[in-house]
C-alpha cells in the first residue's frame, strides 16, 4: 500500500472519487446521494453518505492510520463512554489512484460545540470530566499496554519543544513571549505522569465536541487515540472553558499540579501550531486559537 504520496500527488478527492469508491467497494450503498462537509477539517474530505452515514477519506498521509484504528477500538470503547462517539461501519481500500485506507461510519447528528454556548456551563465541563474519566478507565480484558502498537503510543511533550518556541518567537507581539516562554519552560520541567499509562482521546478540543439543543451529545475524530499520559486532553479545558466552568472540571477529573501544568503546555504548543499555521487565512481559526492560548497563559 502506497503510504508516501503527497497531497500534491494525490487525485482530486471530490465527490467523483467518493462515489466510485463507494458504488465499487460498496454497491449496497451505491443508491444513497453523497453530500461534501464543509468545512471538514484539515484531516480528512468528509462527505455525508444518505442520511446516516458518512465516510471519511484521508488528505494526507498522517491520517492514514485513523480508518484501522477505529474500526478496532471504538465499538470496544463504545459502551464504557458517556457521550456518543461514532460507530465505524466499514473499511474502504485504496483505489482509482486514492492511496490509503478511508472509513465509512455511523453519521452523528450535531452541531460543534463553541465556546460561546458552552464557555460558561460548569454542567459540560463536568460532563467533559466524567468522559475523560470513563475513558482512562478503559481496561480491555485481552490487551496489555506493553503489546500497544506504535500508533497508540502518545509523543512526549518535549518532542515539540523546537517548534513551539519557533512558534512563540514568531508571534511575539501578538502574545506575550515572555510569558508563554515561562509557561512552556514550566510543562517541560513539570514531574512526568508516574501512574500507570491510560487511554487518552489525543486531540480533545472543542471541534471535536458535537451538541444536540446546547447540550453535548457526541465526541468524535480518535485518530489521535492512544495510551500513556493523559495530559494531552486538558487543552479542552483552554479551548472550550472559562475559568469557573474550568475549576468544575479540573475539580472532577482530580488533576495534579503537575499534570496540569502539562496540560497549560499541550494547549499551548498546538494552540500555536494551529495559529501560525492556518490563522493568517482562516479567521475562525486565528480566533479560536487566540482564545486557546490567552486561556492556557492564565491557567
Avoid at 452515514?53 to 491520517?63: C, D, E, F, V
Wanted: aromatic residues 8%; contains cysteine.
Amino acid at each position: 500500500m502506497a503510504t508516501g504520496r503527497t497531497a500534491d500527488s494525490l487525485p482530486a478527492i471530490d465527490a467523483a472519487l467518493a462515489r466510485r469508491l463507494v458504488d465499487t467497494q460498496f454497491p449496497q450503498w451505491a443508491e444513497l446521494p453523497l453530500r461534501l462537509l464543509d468545512p471538514a477539517g484539515s484531516d480528512h474530505v468528509i462527505h455525508r453518505l444518505g442520511e446516516d452515514l458518512s465516510i471519511r477519506l484521508p488528505r494526507h498521509a498522517g491520517a492514514i492510520g485513523q480508518a484501522m484504528k477505529e474500526s478496532e477500538w471504538l465499538p470496544r470503547l463504545a459502551p464504557h463512554l458517556p457521550l456518543a462517539i461514532p460507530v465505524p461501519v466499514g473499511v474502504g481500500e485504496p483505489d482509482f489512484g486514492y492511496p490509503w485506507p478511508w472509513a465509512v461510519s455511523r453519521w452523528l447528528d450535531g452541531e460543534v460545540a463553541t465556546a460561546e454556548s458552552l464557555a460558561d456551563s460548569s454542567r459540560a465541563a463536568v460532563r467533559l470530566a466524567e468522559f475523560l474519566t470513563a475513558l482512562q478507565a478503559f481496561v480491555p480484558g485481552d490487551f496489555l499496554v506493553e503489546d500497544a502498537h506504535e500508533d497508540l503510543t502518545g509523543r512526549p511533550l518535549a518532542d515539540r519543544d523546537r517548534a513551539t518556541r519557533a512558534a512563540i518567537a514568531e508571534v511575539d507581539g501578538t502574545f506575550d513571549a515572555a510569558a508563554m516562554t515561562e509557561l512552556w519552560d514550566a510543562a517541560l520541567s513539570a514531574p512526568e505522569w508516574d501512574h500507570p499509562p491510560v487511554w487518552f482521546h489525543g486531540d480533545f478540543h472543542t471541534g471535536n465536541l458535537l451538541t444536540v439543543a446546547g447540550r453535548l451529545s457526541a465526541v468524535i475524530d480518535f485518530g489521535g487515540l492512544g495510551i500513556g499520559d493523559p495530559a494531552c486532553d486538558l487543552t479542552i479545558a483552554f479551548t472550550l472553558m472559562s475559568a469557573g466552568s474550568r475549576a468544575a472540571f479540573r475539580a472532577t477529573l482530580g488533576v495534579d499540579d503537575a499534570t496540569w501544568t502539562r496540560g497549560r503546555g499541550w494547549a499551548l504548543t498546538t494552540g500555536l501550531n494551529a495559529y501560525t499555521s492556518y490563522a493568517a487565512d482562516n479567521p475562525r481559526v486565528a480566533a479560536q486559537t487566540t482564545r486557546q492560548i490567552t486561556e492556557a497563559l492564565i491557567g
